[in-house]
């Protein structure tokens, strides 16, 4: 993986859990269409039917606090969401994103550049954010890191590690 490039949905602060799946749709909804059609409806209902594949989720601070439902990431793999971009994330959410394959990128600036449809471009080759507003840089991530992200998460990456051996 080196470039994602898609449309930004830009939400605010403490975007939680149960705004990105709904806590009620748990143990209910279990194939990967229903689930993908429930992302984000609470928050934004035009989401899960207008989302194109490539298309990157832009969250401010503390994205994805609340309980520990994979459900949250899954929901946004599902849709075919290229990245999420945040100023922070809550942790648990931050690993269930990447065991699941979804890239997440905490940067702060690219955050507060980033306007909600413009097109933005995640580089992991060069470690950069681009949007309308310029390009930010962030962190590198870890070899095993991109490695899950591009298996399309952890179990994944697993087996190929397993095959390999």
Known sequence: MQTIRGRAWVYGDNINTDVIFPGKYTYTV???????????????????????????????????????REQAATCLVYNGVGAVIAASFSRIFYRNALNNGLLAIACP?????????????????RHVIACAA???????????????????????????KLATA
Not at 109 to 125: N, P
Not at 152 to 158: A, P, R
């Open 30 to 68: 279990t194939e990967r269409t229903e689930i993908a059609q429930h992302a984000l409806e609470d928050l934004d209902p035009s989401f899960a039917a207008n989302v194109r594949p490539g298309d990157v989720v832009v969250g401010g601070r503390n994205f994805g606090c609340g309980s520990s």
């Open 109 to 125: 600036a690219a955050v507060e550049a980033i306007q909600a449809g413009e097109e933005v471009t995640v580089d992991t080759g």
């Open 134 to 160: 310029g390009e930010f840089p962030f962190p590198p991530l870890s070899a095993s890191v991109m490695g899950i992200v591009e298996a399309g998460g952890l179990v994944e990456y697993v087996k190929r």
